[in-house]
């Protein structure tokens, strides 16, 4: 008797034409002069050209994606700080005496020593 098949064993058709995809050749035209660069590299690296190629493609993506990132990182900080900047020039907020800084950092120290 022949088991029949239901939706939870079967992988979808997007899954499936996601694994195609995943491991689809890739053809490019490259120049001779980066095609001596990158089997340079490879050499170096001891890599095959078309892994030499992927590592290359995947480590400059990482650096592009962090880019972003510490792009959205900068934005906010500069976000965080226009209010109490603006605050500030106009007087409406005051800085920390330098007493009062010391006092916090002592305390601090004292309960760690306690606690230690």
């Not at 035209?29 to 078309?50: K, Q």
């Not at 650096?63 to 792009?71: I, R, V, W």
């Amino acid at each position: 008797m022949r088991a029949e098949r239901t939706s939870a064993n079967t992988p979808s058709r997007s899954r499936l034409a996601r694994r195609r995809r995943a491991a689809a050749p890739m053809s490019l035209r490259v120049p001779l002069a980066l095609r001596e660069r990158l089997d340079r590299y490879a050499e170096a690296m001891e890599l095959e050209e078309a892994t030499a190629a992927r590592v290359l493609i995947a480590e400059r993506l990482s650096q592009f994606e962090l880019g972003q990132e510490m792009a959205l990182a900068d934005e906010w900080q500069l976000s965080q700080l226009q209010r109490p900047w603006t605050a500030l020039r106009r007087g409406r907020l005051e800085l920390a005496a330098p007493g009062a800084l010391k006092d916090i950092f002592r305390n601090a120290r004292k309960k760690a020593r306690r606690s230690a």
